[in-house]
Nanobody, 126 residues
Framework: VQLQASGGGLVQAGGSLRLSCAAS????????MGWFRQAPGKEREFVAA????????SVADSVKGRFTISRGNAKNTVHLQMNSLKPEDTAVYYC????????????????????WGQGTQVTVSS
């Protein structure tokens, strides 16, 4: 599967952005999807994941209550709605896909994913 992330940009603290990831290839519904981020000099960090059927979601504590992950299987897309953004949210955001054998899987580590998009930059100014 190929993944194309979009929607990043520059926003002031307290603002919102909506990231999108479009997938092509195998049936989208056979993948669990996740978002990760990586700031300069830091390791890639889990942000959110959603299961194949969208019945289960996992969200990192650092963004809980501010970020929401969703997916539209009919349109082969996954979204990350980011509200109340903070300067510490500044990073390159990556979407990823996992060939999940179970419909409720939501991997939270980079090793749990098989495919990665190219990343989209999110910059939050104070």
């Amino acid at each position: 599967v190929q993944l194309q992330a979009s929607g990043g940009g520059l926003v002031q603290a307290g603002g919102s952005l909506r990231l999108s990831c479009a997938a092509s290839g195998r049936p989208f519904g056979s993948y669990a999807m996740g978002w990760f981020r990586q700031a300069p000099g830091k390791e890639r960090e889990f942000v959110a994941a959603i299961s194949r059927s969208a019945s289960r979601m996992s969200v990192a504590d650092s963004v809980k209550g501010r970020f929401t992950i969703s997916r539209g299987n009919a349109k082969n897309t996954v979204h990350l709605q980011m509200n109340s953004l903070k300067p510490e949210d500044t990073a390159v955001y990556y979407c990823a896909a996992d060939r999940a054998p179970e419909i409720t899987t939501t991997p939270t580590t980079p090793q749990g994913y098989d495919y990665w998009g190219q990343g989209t930059q999110v910059t939050v100014s104070s």
